[in-house]
């Protein structure tokens, strides 16, 4: 018989404050409840996430989402197995929110406490809401993040490339602040490309030259700044068909960079693992969108992997997922006393070189 195991977990790393409960029996994975109270609307007036504000906003939201969560599940906190928590990588004020409220949490229900690395979480998504088995590979494109990992165990992740600078979600997000569409920007630019020509501007498509997988956003962005720049220079400001077609262009030379460096990613997967049905999983908030999907599927297919893209809920930050990379983690034996500290950088793969670039922006992994 599987022993049951039920799991809070916590997650405050970035932008969302989230807590969540998930069990694991003989019936297989379980989410309980899913809270996550975003913060958009804080964030919107600077177009990115002020981690100033971040931080308070978690330290005065954790309690009220982790009652929410008990709620919702219909437990107390004495009927959990453990309290996991994001703690790291991510920004230093909301990690330490997180893990303080989580310590409180132990000592007072003396329940035990497991940190857990919120790209592990990540990570290991698939596993909870679709049972995939050890190895697979999945490409993490996020707002703060872009890599591939071949995932051999809970604990175990090889990344096979990585951005150098910045992530796609990133310069999503500045596109949309240029041309004045909002934030966050990654749904709102992919709406206004529906009406553009992704052939007008021709963007770079950056390392495609250079073999490997690892990747680079931030000349793009600048790209795209150049050629609304020339626009405004010859006619004094961007029409609504010009912004159409800037988006459009943008999105095609993300999508064509990211399905060449995964047909590179699952090759290289392929030739580690050998594995017999491979799986080709994404996760992040990129991964909504609906050209870069249907790329990755066609790169999937043509690579002779399976594509699992887990329900977008759980494939944006939550605390499921944390909860599930804690239970993993505590079925193995692993927990955490109260010296858990907050790491704001913590590579899933340590033996992995650290990528350039990666000291700027603290929240790189
Ligand atoms: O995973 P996520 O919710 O948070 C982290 O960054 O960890 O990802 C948010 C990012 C933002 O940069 C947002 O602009 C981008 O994902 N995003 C998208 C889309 N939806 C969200 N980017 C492109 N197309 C989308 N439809
Ligand atoms: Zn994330």
């Given at each position: 018989?599987?022993?049951?195991?039920?799991?809070?977990g916590?997650e405050?790393?970035?932008?969302?404050?989230a807590?969540a409960?998930v069990?694991?029996?003989?019936?297989?994975?379980?989410i309980?409840?899913s809270?996550?109270?975003?913060?958009?609307?804080?964030?919107?007036?600077?177009?990115?996430?002020?981690?100033?504000?971040?931080?308070?906003?978690?330290?005065?939201?954790?309690?009220?989402?982790?009652?929410?969560?008990?709620?919702?599940?219909?437990?107390?906190?004495?009927?959990?197995?453990?309290?996991?928590?994001t703690?790291?990588?991510?920004?230093?004020?909301?990690?330490?929110?997180?893990?303080?409220?989580?310590?409180?949490?132990?000592?007072?229900?003396?329940?035990?406490?497991?940190?857990v690395?919120h790209?592990a979480g990540h990570a290991l998504t698939?596993?909870m809401t679709?049972?995939?088995?050890?190895?697979?590979?999945?490409?993490?494109?996020?707002?703060?993040?872009?890599?591939?990992?071949?995932?051999?165990?809970?604990?175990?992740?090889?990344?096979?490339?990585?951005?150098?600078?910045?992530?796609?979600?990133?310069?999503?997000?500045?596109?949309?602040?240029?041309?004045?569409?909002?934030?966050?920007?990654?749904?709102?630019?992919?709406?206004?490309?529906?009406?553009?020509?992704?052939?007008?501007?021709?963007?770079?498509?950056?390392?495609?030259?250079?073999?490997?997988?690892?990747?680079?956003?931030?000349?793009?962005?600048?790209?795209?700044?150049?050629?609304?720049?020339?626009?405004?220079?010859?006619?004094?400001?961007?029409?609504?068909?010009?912004?159409?077609?800037?988006?459009?262009?943008?999105?095609?030379?993300?999508?064509?960079?990211?399905?060449?460096?995964?047909?590179?990613?699952?090759?290289?997967?392929?030739?580690?693992?050998?594995?017999?049905?491979?799986?080709?999983?994404?996760a992040?908030?990129?991964?909504?969108?609906?050209?870069?999907?249907?790329?990755?599927?066609?790169?999937?297919?043509?690579?002779?992997?399976?594509?699992?893209?887990p329900?977008?809920?759980f494939c944006?930050d939550n605390a499921a997922m944390i909860a599930w990379a804690g239970?993993?983690?505590?079925?193995?034996?692993?927990?955490?006393?109260?010296?858990?500290?907050?790491?704001?950088?913590?590579?899933?793969?340590?033996?992995?070189?650290?990528?350039?670039?990666?000291?700027?922006?603290?929240?790189?992994?």
């Open positions: 018989m599987t022993k049951t195991h039920t799991v809070l916590l405050s790393s970035c932008d969302d404050t807590a409960i069990r694991h029996s003989g019936h297989g994975p379980e309980l409840s809270v996550v109270w975003g913060q958009n609307e804080l964030h919107a007036d600077f177009g990115g996430v002020v981690p100033e504000i971040a931080a308070r906003a978690h330290a005065e939201r954790l309690d009220i989402c982790v009652e929410r969560a008990l709620q919702e599940a219909g437990l107390e906190l004495t009927d959990v197995d453990a309290i996991a928590v703690s790291g990588p991510g920004l230093i004020g909301g990690v330490l929110s997180g893990v303080m409220c989580a310590k409180g949490l132990s000592v007072g229900s003396g329940k035990p406490l497991v940190g690395n790209l698939p596993r679709d049972s995939v088995a050890f190895p697979y590979l999945m490409l993490l494109v996020s707002g703060g993040h872009c890599q591939f990992l071949a995932v051999l165990g809970h604990n175990q992740f090889k990344r096979l490339g990585g951005t150098i600078d910045d992530a796609p979600g990133e310069a999503f997000d500045k596109t949309a602040k240029l041309l004045g569409l909002g934030y966050p920007g990654g749904p709102l630019v992919e709406q206004e490309a529906r009406n553009g020509d992704p052939a007008r501007f021709n963007l770079p498509r950056p390392l495609l030259d250079r073999p490997g997988q690892d990747m680079s956003f931030s000349g793009l962005k600048s790209a795209l700044r150049r050629a609304c720049d020339l626009i405004v220079a010859e006619k004094s400001g961007i029409t609504k068909q010009d912004r159409a077609d800037l988006c459009a262009s943008f999105q095609m030379a993300v999508a064509d960079t990211l399905a060449e460096k995964t047909r590179r990613a699952c090759h290289v997967f392929q030739e580690m693992t050998k594995a017999q049905s491979p799986v080709l999983t994404v992040g908030g990129v991964a909504a969108n609906t050209v870069i999907r249907e790329r990755l599927q066609q790169v999937a297919d043509e690579a002779g992997f399976a594509y699992l893209a329900p977008l809920q944006t239970l993993e983690k505590l079925r193995d034996g692993g927990v955490d006393d109260l010296s858990l500290s907050a790491r704001p950088r913590w590579p899933l793969d340590q033996t992995a070189a650290p990528m350039l670039g990666s000291g700027k922006k603290g929240a790189k992994a």
